[in-house]
């Protein structure tokens, strides 16, 4: 009897940043007990449209990937939580992957102008692309969280360690952790609602599971604490 494929490693990237505002734009690498490698987001563009001229690349994540023995073709699988520019930048670079995304969003996106300067990276081959709907088990151990607001058909993701135990990478669902509160009133945001709710999923998954790691999308005083690539949660 085969033994299951499960998350093993779990690589934290920071491949550039928003300089006047100290925000880190990040990716993430989850490798599994069958040899997998599965890339959460990919980080900004090469060349960067005028509109997005308050990011900046820094080691972007291929040179990142090659410092530990990837090459691009390595990539099996991309979970592509959505499709911002500081996100989905680099998605047209893995020749060999699968693209994992929620299908309201790829729908959404089709005629949305928020991702428009990107669409060269994330309009992929219909066959290159697996839609999913609401939370989905992806493998056991790697779970993605539906978690609209932030954008439609935004995801999260749900990682089980063999050490570390679950880490919860909510990415733009909750950037920073002061926001990770159940009484944030954002009243101005036309979405709010939907972005309350989905934190509140959220923070009742870490207290049903007891998940003591909640990695924010863009949360600089954290990420400056936690383990980066080279180094890994296990």
């Known amino acids: 009897m085969m033994s299951q494929n499960t998350p093993q490693r779990l690589y934290l990237m920071q491949v550039g940043d928003m300089p006047e505002y100290q925000i880190p734009i990040v990716c ?5 007990s069958a040899g997998q490698n599965i890339l959460i987001d990919t980080g900004l563009p090469e060349l960067m449209p005028e509109e997005a001229a308050d990011f900046a690349n820094g080691q972007d994540v291929i040179a990142q990937l090659a410092s530990i023995g990837l090459q691009p073709a390595d990539i099996d699988t991309i979970i592509s939580t959505h499709y911002d520019i500081d996100h989905a930048g680099r998605h047209a670079h893995f020749p060999k992957a699968q693209y994992i995304v929620q299908r309201a969003h790829h729908l959404d996106a089709q005629s949305n102008p928020r991702f428009a300067a990107n669409r060269g990276q994330w309009e992929q081959a ?74 509140i999923k959220l923070l009742d998954l870490v207290e049903q599971e007891q998940i003591e790691l909640v990695i924010f999308g863009h949360d600089n005083q954290q990420w400056q604490s936690l383990k980066t690539l080279p180094d890994f949660y296990a």
Do not use: C, M, W
């Open 28 to 32: 993430y690498l989850v490798q599994t």
């Open 126 to 199: 219909n066959e290159r692309i697996q839609l999913v709907d609401s939370d989905t088990e992806l493998l056991p151990g790697l779970e993605l969280i539906e978690t609209s607001g932030h954008v439609p058909g935004h995801q999260s993701v749900l990682v089980r360690l063999p050490q570390t135990g679950a880490v919860l990478l909510p990415i733009d669902a909750v950037a920073f952790s002061a926001d990770f509160i159940r009484d944030k009133a954002d009243a101005e945001n036309p979405d709010a609602a939907a972005i309350q709710a989905s934190t």
